[in-house]
Structure formats: C-alpha cells, structure tokens
C-alpha cells in the first residue's frame, strides 16, 4: 500500500507485483513530462519522458500515462524488482533550460 | 556511470569556510547544470551554462555562490562562507540538446554531499 511517511510518499510492493507511482503537477501549459529514479548515493537517472500530445508511452517494464483533464501523471512499473528500489521523481520544464521536480516517492520492493 | 563526474563525492566543512567542487560533464555535451538537493526533496536548480556562459541563475543562488566554466568543459561550483544551512548534495548535470522544447535530457553524476559543521 501507500502511506505518507516523514519526508516522502512511501510505496511498499512485493517483487513481482506492478507499482504505480504518481505525480500531479499544476502548470496546465506544461508540455513535457520526465521520470528520474534515483537510488541511494547517486544522483537521477532518467526513465522515461512523454509529450503532452500523448497520453501513453512505454518502455521496457515502464509505461507513463498521462492525464492532462485533471494533471496527473504517472508511472508504472510491471514485475517489480527489488532492484527498482529508489525514490521517483516526476519533472517538468519550468522555462526553457531549467527541470523543476517534484517531491519524489520512495518505492522499497520486497523480494 | 551516467558519464558525468562529481569531486569530491564527499565534504565536510567547517562554517565559515570556502568550499569547491568540481563537474566533468559528458565530454559532447555543451549544457551544464548546478542542481542542489535536500534531504527528501526533489532537485532544485541552481544554474547552468551553454558551452563557457552563464545563461541562467536561480534566486537560490545567493552571492556567496559562483559557478564558473571557464572553457566550455568542466565546471567549478565555489561556496564562500560556508553556513551550516548550505548542508546539501550538489549535483550536476549535463546535455547536448537544445533545450525543454526538444525532448532535452539531463545526465546527472552523482554529486558532491556537503556538510558544514
């Protein structure tokens, strides 16, 4: 389940279960969405990114959706691996050289 | 290994002092960006540079704070006068797009984890 703990959203899954991670942003002209993972002592790595002229995009075991009606994004994760364990950012352009991210979901798989 | 490099990836300071860190970005890439992150926070810029210029400064980036990339390579991050609420993980980040309106991507290393005492 989710639960909010004392400085991130936390989602506990068991390995290969599906994870869903959301993000909800707020500027409705945003046009560019990305997800960074970042595990412990390294700095984001980047996922998977989509465009808003489209609602879907998949890659490998991850697949962004993207409701623009009510600003929501998210991501999932299929089959789970205790190797996807990390915290999850949602990002958006804020201007156009600079990423603003959000505040992260910590996601701990249990093998 | 994203490609950029961070040093140190770890410094403690004392308060008061000067502190500076060092950015290797991905040697093609000719956009350079400061970021710095809290303890559960997201990434918060700071600047970034276009090969050797400055283009873009955050209000975050107070005048104890000078960023410098002399030759359109690497990149130095200074902080004079360190206080202990400069405490934080400085990332950097690198790109050889043209910008958010062209799918860019930020390569980011690992950061340097001040802490002032």
């Known amino acids: 389940g989710e639960s909010v703990g004392l400085h991130l959203p936390t989602l506990s899954v068991q390995e290969g279960d599906n994870s869903i991670i959301n993000c909800a942003y707020s500027?409705?002209?945003?046009?560019?969405f990305i997800w960074y993972k970042q595990e412990s002592g390294k700095g984001p790595q980047f996922i998977i990114d989509?465009?808003?002229?489209?609602d879907k995009r998949q890659g490998q075991r991850v697949t962004v959706l993207l409701n623009k009606t009510v600003k929501h994004l998210s991501l999932q994760i299929a089959a789970t691996q205790p190797g996807d364990s990390a915290v999850y950012f949602c990002?958006?352009?804020?201007?156009?050289?600079?990423?603003?991210f959000g505040k992260g979901t910590m996601l701990l798989v249990s093998p | 290994d994203t490609g950029v490099s961070q040093n140190p990836r770890h410094k403690i300071t004392k308060r008061g002092q000067n502190v500076t860190f060092r950015c290797d970005p991905i040697?093609?890439?000719?956009?350079l960006y400061w970021y710095r992150q809290t303890l559960g926070q997201g990434p918060e810029f700071l600047t970034y540079?276009?090969?050797?210029?400055?283009?873009?400064k955050s209000r975050l980036l107070s005048d104890r704070f000078s960023a410098e990339r002399p030759k359109g390579s690497f990149s130095t991050l200074e902080i004079q006068r360190t206080e202990q609420g400069d405490s934080a993980m400085y990332l950097c980040?690198?790109?050889?797009?043209?910008?958010?309106?062209?799918?860019?991507?930020?390569?980011f290393g690992s950061g340097t984890q001040l802490s002032v005492l």
């Open positions: 980040a690198s790109s050889g797009g043209q910008g958010f309106g062209t799918n860019e991507k930020l390569f």
């Open positions: 500027n409705s002209a945003s046009d560019y």
């Open positions: 989509i465009r808003s002229n489209m």
């Open positions: 990002a958006e352009p804020s201007g156009y050289s600079t990423l603003t």
């Open positions: 040697s093609e890439h000719n956009r």
């Open positions: 540079f276009q090969n050797e210029a400055q283009l873009e």
